[in-house]
């Protein structure tokens, strides 16, 4: 079983920065894949970045190269910097890893205004 607690969220203006953290509990986390994904109202989930156990980075082309996903194994805790932040950015964004089973933390909105 593990636990993801998102931070980070807030209000900020276009072009500013963010920085999202997920906080990891339960079990070790260190041979685990992670990712966050964002969702704006009514619209579905979507992939924002991947990192894997060996520090590969994944990431959607809309958010290249503004954010950059990274982790710390020995805080269990995996980053998400967000720069030059744009309106189209806003959205819930959730922490998650996978192995037997997937888990999702409960999300921490990003605002962008203009």
């Known amino acids: 079983q593990v636990q993801l607690v998102e931070a980070g969220g807030g209000l900020v203006q276009f072009g500013g920065s963010l920085r999202l953290s997920c906080a990891a509990s339960g079990s070790s986390i260190s041979g685990n894949a992670f990712g966050w994904y964002l969702q704006a109202p009514g619209k579905q989930r979507d992939m924002v970045a991947h990192?894997?156990?060996?520090?590969?980075?994944t990431y959607a082309d809309s958010v290249k190269p503004r954010f950059t996903i990274s982790r710390d194994n020995t805080k269990s805790t995996v980053y998400l910097q967000m720069n030059s932040l744009k309106p189209e950015d806003t959205a819930v964004y959730y922490c998650?890893?996978?192995?037997?089973?997937?888990?999702w933390g409960q999300g921490t909105q990003v605002t962008v205004s203009t």
């Open positions: 990192i894997n156990s060996r520090e590969s980075t």
């Open positions: 998650t890893t996978w192995a037997k089973y997937t888990y």
